[in-house]
């Protein structure tokens, strides 16, 4: 029995020292390095390399330059198969791709091992077991799969992953060792996959001239649209600008600014006491006051609340309360929405406000 079908048999078998195979990967990675030197504009020479490297290929896939292996004929890739730059297989056993598979950069599917023990290590033996990748499957960036393993169809490989064990069809796995963390299900249809456009963070001194400009902005608003709220209790005097700056070096501070320019869009203080709620003090809440978004910020003030609510939810908080002016009907319906229920009344000077509060969790 040749070394060669001593290593399609996945025996041990010598791979550094037996000329048959050494031929047959000069020749591979030679077609390699042919590849690689061809302009990543000229498709159509690639894909004649790589027909003429691989074992198998189907109408549609690109592979992106830098690619090495070791033989060529022990792969086959499905259809629409995709793979990013730095792919490396090592293939003296089978590396089988089922179809609408993507591979990020910088991966890895070695079928290729060696014996634990130094002395046959050291006379270049080794075994090769085959690799087998099913349908619809997306492996991350950074990710080495070992000798042996199956990857069932419609899996997501976190980035990072080191892959020893099999994974089943139908699943979402990452970690050193691969594991698998839950299933993929019809829900995941229905995630969009945007990114809000606003972050959420702790407000430093830096900005509270800009939180402040917010204030006045919606101030100047109300005065536009004949509504009576800020405009109406002093609210600019009596909250100035070294009350902001008080709560930022307290670190109550938050805002929301703009992802693109990093411009702010929405500020709120946020306390874990408050005077209003008084006989509910130790209860574990925090206290929304001061919110406030600019009227040019789509969106800004649902994502603040839901940063508000991930945040308290994070901390083991188990309400999350606030008030507002019984004269302003279409706040409180919003509050409403947003599932802010009436919790009684508060009173500061001329204000007169409905409480309102969120059970979490």
């Known amino acids: 029995m040749t070394e060669k079908e001593k290593m399609l048999e996945q025996r041990m078998y010598d791979a ?27 498709e159509q020479g690639q894909k ?3 027909r003429k490297l691989l074992g198998k290929t189907k109408e549609n896939f690109a592979i992106m330059q830098p690619f090495w292996c070791d033989y060529g004929y022990n792969i086959e890739i499905g259809e629409n198969f995709f793979a990013n730059h730095n792919l490396v297989i090592l293939d003296p056993a089978k590396v089988t791709f089922g179809d609408n598979v993507f591979i990020a ?6 079928t290729a091992g060696h014996p634990i023990d130094a002395e046959r290590r050291n006379q270049g033996l080794e075994y090769a077991y085959p690799i087998t990748v099913g ?11 070992m000798p042996g393993v199956t990857i069932g169809s419609n899996v997501v490989i976190g980035g990072g992953s080191v892959v020893v064990k099999d994974i089943p069809d139908n699943s979402v796995a990452v970690g050193n060792p691969c594991k698998v963390i839950r299933a993929i299900t019809e829900e995941d249809k229905k995630r969009c996959w945007d990114r809000d456009p606003y972050r959420f963070r702790r407000a430093t001194e830096q900005d509270v001239l ?5 204030y006045e902005e919606r101030v100047r608003w109300m005065d536009e649209k004949g509504l009576k709220q800020w405009n109406a209790t002093d609210y600019l005097e009596v ?22 320019d990093q411009r702010i869009v929405g500020a709120v203080v946020l306390l874990s006491e408050d005077e209003r709620w008084k006989e509910k003090k130790g209860e574990k809440a925090y206290y929304i ?32 309360r606030l008030d507002c002016a019984v004269d302003n009907p279409a706040l409180n319906e919003y509050y409403e929405s947003m599932g802010y229920e009436a919790a009684g009344h508060c009173q500061d000077g001329p204000y007169y406000g409905v409480r309102r509060e969120k059970r979490l969790g």
């Open 48 to 50: 004649a390399v790589m």
């Open 105 to 110: 950069p910088n991966c890895g599917f070695y």
């Open 239 to 260: 909250y100035p600008v070294a009350y902001y700056r008080k709560q930022a070096e307290m670190g109550n501070l938050f805002v929301l600014e703009k992802r693109t």
């Open 289 to 320: 006051h001061n919110l406030v978004t600019s009227v040019s910020a789509a969106g800004a003030g649902k994502q603040l609340f839901q940063e508000l609510e991930t945040m308290a939810v994070s901390e083991v908080k188990e309400y999350l």
């Open 135 to 145: 349908d619809n499957v997306w492996i991350g960036g950074g990710v080495h799969v």
């Open 16 to 42: 550094n020292y037996d000329k048959e195979l050494l031929q047959e990967r000069n020749w591979a990675k030679d077609l390699c390095y042919e590849y690689n030197q061809l302009r990543p504009s000229d």
């Open 210 to 214: 800009q939180v402040f400009a917010l």
